[in-house]
């Protein structure tokens, strides 16, 4: 089984719908990360978590939101979708405390479409 | 704030070319730097590291050196094949700022013809 688990994997939806990406870790690490990757921009930060019910903005963080209810679970919420949120959205983990060096581990990603 | 900087543009080569792809940065503090792969259809995974200055990271033929004085840490591969093809990422962790968040370059197609 993978570490990063991502669901869907792939998802085509229409403006104004509201979308769900979960994702889910077997890693038992503190900290996790939702990123969307657009082709020639690389990988943009939304939103993180440090522990359950931590959250904080990463550098797009407009137009969505997060729950971390439990520590192996991080899901990203679009409220209403709009086509330019069209992407490959992708879950991180990390380790907190001496463990961390600095290392992500990503799920396979979700690429959602909105017409 | 801290941030890396990519060459521009994708990279088409030959197989058994030599691979160089360009990666700078800006710290304030000491940060450790990275180098991530993903190929078609998968998530990024970790190709290479290195924590502190001259630190060289290697794996599956290709390396990287952490310059202090140029603040680069530039790929490397000697003899490409068409299975290396992919998108690499470079990015860095300034683990003096207490959060250990990765900082990403944009990232630079890889295309290895036969």
């Known amino acids: 089984d993978a570490d990063v688990t991502q669901t869907p994997r792939n998802r085509i939806t229409k403006t104004g719908k509201r979308i769900m990406l979960e994702c889910s870790q077997t890693k038992g690490h503190d900290r996790m990360y939702w990123y969307r990757q657009d082709p020639g921009l690389g990988l943009q930060l939304i939103y993180y978590s440090f522990d359950v019910k931590d959250i904080n903005k990463g550098e797009i963080s407009d137009g969505y939101s997060v729950s971390r209810q439990a520590q192996a679970k991080f899901s990203l919420s679009l409220e209403s979708a709009i086509p330019n949120q069209t992407a490959l959205y992708f879950c991180?983990?990390?380790?907190?405390?001496?463990?961390?060096?600095?290392?992500?581990?990503f799920g396979e990603g979700s690429r959602l479409t909105v017409l | 704030g801290d941030s890396v900087t990519q060459m521009e543009g994708p990279v088409t080569l030959s197989e058994e070319a030599f691979l160089t792809i360009n990666c700078t940065y800006t710290a304030t503090g000491y940060p450790s730097l990275f180098w991530y792969v993903q190929y078609p259809g998968e998530g990024l995974q970790l190709l290479l590291k290195?924590?502190?200055?001259?630190d060289k990271g290697s794996n599956k033929g290709f390396e990287a050196t952490y310059r202090k004085e140029t603040t680069s840490f530039h790929l490397e591969k000697g003899s490409v094949q068409v299975s290396d093809s992919a998108v690499y990422f470079c990015a860095l962790s300034d683990r003096g700022k207490g959060n250990n968040r990765l900082a990403f370059g944009k990232g630079n197609q890889v295309v290895v013809i036969p």
């Open positions: 991180a983990i990390q380790p907190s405390g001496p463990a961390n060096t600095g290392e992500l581990f």
């Open positions: 290195a924590t502190k200055a001259d």
